[in-house]
């Protein structure tokens, strides 16, 4: 396969398909989140704060456009608090008005008391704005592996170590 | 002259792209004229595909995903479109071609497509199959050549590969390549190195040994047999060993 590379051309070929994985699978991504009109379609739930419904894991799907009905009491959200990047997996159970500027108020099923203190400083309720989508279906624990490599750093080094192992062994 | 590198003779995609190689060398080395526009087009459209998504990442990184909602949306059709448009290309319209060019004076054009089959049976090497598209340019008639010999042919047992067998397969099976190459065109047919099999006999009595097809590699034209109606001799001996 290296002496392909002698020739400038069929070394352009293989740095293309090498680099259209990479674009096809971002594009995917982006294309998805067009469509549900959402930046983070597929989030992983980092806490317990909605059990039973959801457990450490889970893998949520979001769906961010209101085409049937508002945005209602009972749906779970997934919000970012203003200033952190941190998604928030809750549900909504208090709504006051109608429209975008309808305010809402979220708590995760699991935790004593709502949202509250959790929202920025001097921000008491959710704007429609805020939410970056409804879940609309969920995958049990598939997520699992992405809080393993944030919280063990050292699993993306072994990872990444096996995967070029077995390149090399392909080799071969 | 054979070549130093070795590569496994197991591995069938390995000697599809070795032999496609040699063919594409060989066929320059004759003076042919490789014409490339298959490939650029190739490459425009995959790399026009692939700084599309870049651009759509920096605007995404840089600005957010609220901001450029629009244009992202244009980017990901349009990217569709492109990454379409070249699986359209390469599956209906290039095809496998490996090599497209013409001869200087412009009057022929050859398209060589190559592909490679596994061996009916176990212990016999797999088959290199080529279709030939010559192509006189005034009259537009298109003479299809189909080639089909096993890789044992110019592979030896330890996955050398040895050009002068392999030249002498295309320019007795290619009447162009032939009249090119006036001196492969009526050397010596190679036997079906190996018999068909590479497992046993290229361990003890192979087709061809290293020193053989060295032989052949510097004293060839002289010691020629079957050579004279070399064409027909390679269909008849090809066709008896596909049996």
Do not use: H
């Given at each position: 396969m290296l002496s392909g590379l002698a020739n400038p051309r069929q070394a352009a070929v293989q740095l293309m398909n090498f680099g259209l994985i990479l674009s096809t699978a971002f594009m995917m991504w982006k294309g998805l989140s067009v469509i549900t009109d959402s930046p983070s379609p597929i989030v992983v739930v980092?806490?317990?704060?909605?059990?039973p419904a959801f457990q450490r894991g889970d893998l949520l799907f979001l769906w961010n456009r209101n085409v049937v009905a508002e945005?209602?009491?009972g749906e779970i959200v997934v919000y970012n608090v203003k200033g952190k990047d941190i998604p928030i997996v809750h549900r909504i159970v208090r709504k006051f008005g109608k429209g975008p500027e309808a305010k809402l108020l979220t708590k995760g099923?699991?935790?004593?008391?709502?949202?509250t203190e959790l929202?920025?400083?001097?921000?008491d309720y959710l704007v429609?704005?805020?939410?970056?989508g409804s879940v609309f279906a969920y995958i049990p624990f598939v997520g699992y592996v992405t809080i393993l490599l944030s919280e063990h750093p050292w699993l993306k080094t072994v990872m990444l170590g096996l995967m070029g192992l077995v390149v090399v062994l392909q080799r071969e | 002259m054979a070549s130093t590198e070795k590569i496994t003779v197991y591995n069938v995609a390995d000697l599809r792209a070795t032999t496609d190689d040699a063919l594409l060398n060989y066929l320059n080395s004759l003076g042919l004229r490789q014409s490339h526009t298959l490939l650029d087009t190739r490459l425009a459209l995959g790399f026009s595909a692939f700084l599309l998504s870049a651009a759509c990442f920096a605007w995404d990184y840089k600005l957010g995903f609220e901001s450029t909602k629009q244009y992202t949306l244009i980017a990901v059709i349009l990217y569709t479109l492109l990454n379409g448009a070249l699986t359209y290309w390469i599956m209906?319209?290039?095809?496998?071609?490996?090599y497209a060019g013409s001869t200087k004076d412009g009057k022929t054009r050859i398209r060589v497509i190559s592909d490679s089959k596994k061996p009916q049976q176990k212990g016999e090497a797999p088959l290199y199959k080529l279709r030939v598209d010559v192509e006189d340019?005034?009259?537009k008639k298109v003479q299809k050549i189909e080639l089909e010999r096993r890789f044992s042919e110019w592979f030896d047992a330890s996955g050398r590969f040895v050009a002068a067998p392999f030249q002498t397969v295309l320019a007795q099976g290619i009447p162009l390549v032939g009249r090119l190459d006036p001196k492969r065109a009526v050397a010596a047919a190679p036997a079906s190195g190996g018999q068909g099999m590479i497992k046993e006999q290229f361990a003890?009595?192979?087709?061809?040994?290293a020193e053989i097809l060295d032989a052949i590699a510097s004293?060839?034209?002289?010691?020629?047999?079957?050579?004279?109606?070399g064409f027909s001799a390679n269909q008849d001996a090809g066709k008896k060993r596909r049996k």
């Open positions: 980092l806490s317990g704060s909605m059990e945005t209602s009491v099923d699991n935790n004593v008391s709502d949202d929202y920025a400083s001097g921000q429609r704005k805020d939410i970056i | 209906f319209v290039e095809q496998g071609t490996i340019v005034k009259t003890e009595t192979p087709g061809y040994t004293g060839l034209g002289e010691s020629s047999t079957t050579a004279a109606t």
